[in-house]
């Protein structure tokens, strides 16, 4: 049964989720990573320790440095069609979120100003002073933390398909009943989620994709075996239990430090955020350039990794 945002009337038209029902979640078989997540050769993987944690991290290509920042549901293996094409002429660095994917799973700094300086210690690791941002989901939020507070490291700042905590509509975005997973967390949920990361997962990929089956099984199995990992549910859970401590953090940044003065590119999915993406930037950042993924709902490498690929590589340059 089809439960649409826009028919909701969630802020404007250009808001609209898809969602569709969950569906039964199969066994997780063993198999190998399907092809939407494999780095092309050339890319190495590494743990880099940064602000008291370890952070798994992909680093492949040569020139300008990139960041690309991945959201909760999937890790940075989902970047891996974007890195294949930036790395022809950027270094592409591709860490996993503290405590999601293959980094390290620690009890707390998940408030998005502590994984900013996660992003920070990485970049200092691989000696990186500056670099151009891209963002996705959760990742924007991190992305946004980490540009408000070392501003002149971030060239250009690409944000895809997320809201970002305290920053314009924020508190009407979550008055939306299709985003209850924002309040939903602590022990006894783990205790339900437990064993049934699959089913759990699949609520999210299947209602905010314009079409379900554009997330494939096997990227399914895939990210369902790494948020099945030990801790990894748990970080996820504090990802969003962070929101409304991220939510003062920026306020007080915005006030403190005015609007992010860098390029700022602020996507959309067609059938998800769309132009509201640049809406929320907008009351952020003085130089925002506003765009659509056509033909996708909030994945949007796995929807349309094309259209996707390329308005990033236009925007960069």
């Known amino acids: 049964m089809g439960l649409s945002l826009q ?18 979640a199969p066994a997780l078989a063993q198999s190998k990573p399907p092809a939407s997540v494999t780095f092309p050769r ?25 960041v690309l920042l991945h959201g909760y ?18 270094t592409v660095v591709v860490p996993d979120l503290r ?29 990186i002073t500056d670099a151009d941002l891209v963002t996705h989901d959760i990742g924007n939020m991190v992305g946004y933390a980490f540009a408000a507070q070392y501003p002149a490291r971030v060239k250009k700042f690409v944000l895809i398909d997320a809201p970002v ?43 905010f994709s314009a079409n379900p089956k554009r997330f494939t099984e096997g990227s399914r199995q895939h990210y369902a075996r790494l948020y099945a990992r030990p801790g990894a549910m748990h970080s ?5 239990a962070a929101f409304d401590q991220d939510a003062i953090d920026n306020k007080a940044m915005l006030a403190a430090n005015g609007k992010l003065k860098m390029p700022v590119l602020a996507l959309g999915g067609e059938k998800s955020f769309g132009l509201t993406m640049a809406v929320v930037m907008r009351a952020a950042a003085d130089n925002v350039t506003e765009g659509v993924v ?10 349309n990794p094309k259209a996707t690929v390329a308005l990033v590589r236009g925007f960069l340059g």
């Open 236 to 240: 996820g859970f504090a990802q969003f």
């Open 42 to 66: 050339g890319f190495k993987t590494q743990e880099v320790a940064a602000n008291g944690t370890t952070i798994h991290v992909r680093v492949g290509g040569k020139g300008p440095a990139v």
């Open 294 to 303: 056509p033909d996708s709902g909030h994945w949007i490498m796995e929807e």
């Open 7 to 24: 028919r909701r009337g969630l802020l404007a038209a250009a808001f609209a989720l898809v969602a569709i029902g969950s569906i039964a």
């Open 73 to 90: 549901g999937e890790t940075g293996d989902m970047w891996a069609p974007l890195a294949a094409e930036l790395a022809r002429d950027h």
């Open 165 to 207: 905590p305290g920053i314009g509509p924020w508190d009407d975005i979550l008055k939306h009943p299709l985003l209850w997973h924002f309040r939903f967390g602590g022990p006894d949920m783990e205790r339900l989620v437990k064993g049934r990361e699959r089913i759990y997962l699949d609520r999210f990929w299947n209602e």
């Open 99 to 127: 405590g999601l994917g293959l980094s390290a799973k620690p009890k707390n700094g998940f408030d998005k100003k502590t994984q900013a300086h996660d992003v920070a210690g990485v970049l200092d690791r691989l000696k």
